[in-house]
């Protein structure tokens, strides 16, 4: 499956992004979807991730509260509602595939390119 994000920009903080990932190649239903970001020089960081039925979701403790992952299967997209945005989610923003949920990066056997996300006034 590939993986494209996209949706990334620059937003003020407080501010409102919805990214997605969209997938070619096979059913993006065939696949938990997880969301991660990265700084340069930095590994990867988790972000939320949904089950391939969308019945269940995690998210990292810093965006609990602010950030929404959804899917909608017959889109073949994964979205990520982000909402009260703050400087220190600057990142690049992953989207990737795993056949597990989970919030390791080594669950996830396919990643997309990412879009970035800046946040500043």
């Known amino acids: 499956v590939q993986l494209q994000a996209s949706g990334g920009g620059l937003v003020q903080p407080g501010g409102s992004l919805r990214l997605s990932c969209a997938a070619s190649?096979?059913?993006?239903?065939?696949?938990?979807i997880g969301w991660f970001r990265q700084d340069p020089g930095k590994e990867r960081a988790f972000v939320a991730a949904i089950s391939w039925s969308g019945s269940r979701t995690e998210y990292a403790d810093s965006v609990k509260g602010r950030f929404t992952i959804s899917r909608d299967n017959a889109k073949n997209t994964v979205n990520l509602r982000m909402n009260n945005l703050k400087p220190d989610d600057t990142a690049l923003y992953l989207c990737?595939?795993?056949?597990?949920?989970?919030?390791?990066?080594?669950?996830?056997?396919?990643w997309g390119k990412g879009t970035q996300v800046t946040v500043s006034s």
């Open positions: 190649g096979r059913t993006i239903g065939e696949y938990a």
């Open positions: 990737a595939a795993s056949t597990r949920l989970g919030g390791l990066a080594d669950f996830y056997d396919y």
